[in-house]
C-alpha cells in the first residue's frame, strides 16, 4: 500500500485559500488519490478523488501532477466550519478496500 | 439514500465482557470495512468484509472478529474486552470491486467506553 506523507497541522483565516499536499511517492498505477474530512466524535466524509490532473466539485480541487507522486487538496475562501482533520489516502478497491488512513491533516481555521 | 447506520452509538462495558457492534451499509453497497479511532493511534483498520468474506484483515488481536450476512449488513465482535479496547469505532460501506470506488461512506460510529 502506498503511504502518504502530509503535515500534521496547518492555521488559515477565514476567507483564505487553503493548499494541503500529500506525498505519496510509491503510488500504484491502479490507485486513486481521496482526500476525506473528519469531525471530531464523527466519521470521515468523502471529499473528492481523482487519478490524474485536475478534479474541482462543489466543495474543493485536487490538482495531480503527471508522475502522480503528490496531490495538493485546494479548499477556496474557508470558514470556521472547514476546522477539521483532513486525511489523503491512496488505493485502489480491486484487492478489497483496505484503505489504510494516515495521522491527517489538522487545520485550524481563525476567524 | 439512507447513509451507513452504525448501532449502538454508544456502549458502556466492564472487562472481561464482550461486545457485538452492528453495520448497516448504503444499500447496494457490498463492501463493509471497520475502523478503530483512538486519540493516541488515530483510525487503524481492523478488516473489510465483501460479499460476506473477509477480504482484508488489520493488525489486530484475533479478540476482534467480524461477520457479513448476506444483505450486507455487518456486525464486529470484541471478546474479553481490556481497557484499552475503549474508542470509537467507525464502519464504512464502498461499492467494492473497482479501480474508481474507492469512496467510502461512514457511519457515525460507536463510541465504547471499557470500565
Known amino acids: 500500500l502506498a503511504k502518504t506523507t502530509q503535515p500534521i497541522s496547518m492555521d488559515s483565516y477565514e476567507g483564505q485559500e487553503v493548499n494541503i499536499t500529500c506525498s505519496h511517492n510509491?503510488?500504484?498505477?491502479?490507485?486513486?488519490i481521496t482526500w476525506y474530512q473528519q469531525f471530531p466524535s464523527q466519521g470521515p466524509r468523502f471529499i473528492i478523488q481523482g487519478y490524474k490532473t485536475k478534479v474541482t466539485n462543489e466543495v474543493a480541487s485536487l490538482f495531480i501532477p503527471a508522475d502522480r507522486k503528490s496531490s495538493t487538496l485546494s479548499l477556496p475562501r474557508v470558514s470556521l466550519s472547514d476546522t477539521a482533520v483532513y486525511y489523503c489516502?491512496?488505493?485502489?478497491?480491486?484487492?478489497?478496500?483496505?484503505?489504510?488512513f494516515g495521522a491527517g491533516t489538522r487545520l485550524f481555521v481563525k476567524a | 439514500k439512507a447513509g451507513v447506520t452504525q448501532t449502538p452509538r454508544y456502549l458502556i462495558k466492564t472487562r472481561g465482557q464482550q461486545v457485538t457492534l452492528s453495520c448497516s451499509p448504503i444499500s447496494g453497497h457490498r463492501s463493509v470495512s471497520w475502523y478503530q479511532q483512538t486519540p493516541g493511534q488515530g483510525l487503524q483498520f481492523l478488516f473489510e468484509?465483501?460479499?460476506?468474506?473477509?477480504?482484508n484483515k488489520g493488525n489486530f488481536p484475533g479478540r476482534f472478529s467480524g461477520r457479513q450476512f448476506s444483505n450486507s449488513r455487518s456486525e464486529m465482535n470484541v471478546s474479553t474486552l481490556e481497557l484499552g479496547d475503549s474508542a470509537l469505532y467507525l464502519c464504512?460501506?464502498?461499492?467494492?470491486?473497482?479501480?474508481?470506488?474507492?469512496?467510502?461512506?461512514f457511519g457515525q460510529g460507536t463510541r465504547l467506553t471499557v470500565v
Open positions: 489516502l491512496v488505493g485502489d478497491d480491486t484487492g478489497g478496500f483496505k484503505t489504510i
Open positions: 464504512a460501506s464502498s461499492l467494492g470491486g473497482g479501480w474508481e470506488n474507492t469512496e467510502a461512506f
Open positions: 510509491n503510488i500504484a498505477t491502479n490507485d486513486y
Open positions: 468484509y465483501f460479499s460476506e468474506t473477509q477480504r
